[in-house]
């Protein structure tokens, strides 16, 4: 048995794709939803296995109850045969992989069928897969010297911490990479990086679910 756990982030961003995931579950499997999985009461479903689509939550469902099994919703779609895939017809697209589940080749590797599924062209960074170094302001790796001396005045502390002008030109940096391509990503923290680096980023579940 399978019970989805929303993301409170992707439903704030991304409302009526939230509702299409929802109706996908419950109207094709049966599935039912869970509220928000810091206030869920994780101890009566343990016979479940929690579908996430988000980092935090899996994290999270981790943390409180390390018994229940896990699986992305990326893994979930990628073995349905019957799902209708919208055609992006080659487009080229850079995939974001994200630092938290760079230890997770079940997820990045359902991403990538699934993108190949929607007829996209993969353009893959050098820091892909158990590589991976970004997660936004969650973490990211600077690599010019002169950013990570200004970190330093700030005692390197988070950096959703510093100044909000400082946020924007480590993300910039990171948004550099792209070369004003779009960029796909699968983790609600990495998206908003991008954004706030100026970069062109969408969630990987609004492409997904266009035709739901």
Known sequence: MYIYYPSCNFMKASPATEKKVKAYLKQRFNIGHTKCCRFENLSSLKEFTALTVCQACNEEIQRKEPTIQRMS???FIDQDTDFIFPD????????QDCFRDAQNP???NAVRNIMLKMNIQIIELENKKENADFCGLLHYEPKDNK???VWKQYDNCK???LPLELQTQFMEEQTALYKNNLVVCYCNSCLRG????GGN???LLDLVMQNQ
């Open 73 to 75: 919703i990326w893994e």
């Open 88 to 95: 992006f017809k080659g487009k080229k697209m850079i995939l």
């Open 194 to 197: 991008i954004k706030l680096g």
């Open 201 to 203: 980023g969408v969630h």
């Open 147 to 149: 950013l990570k001396d």
């Open 159 to 161: 950096l959703s911490r």
């Open 106 to 108: 079940k997820a990045y």
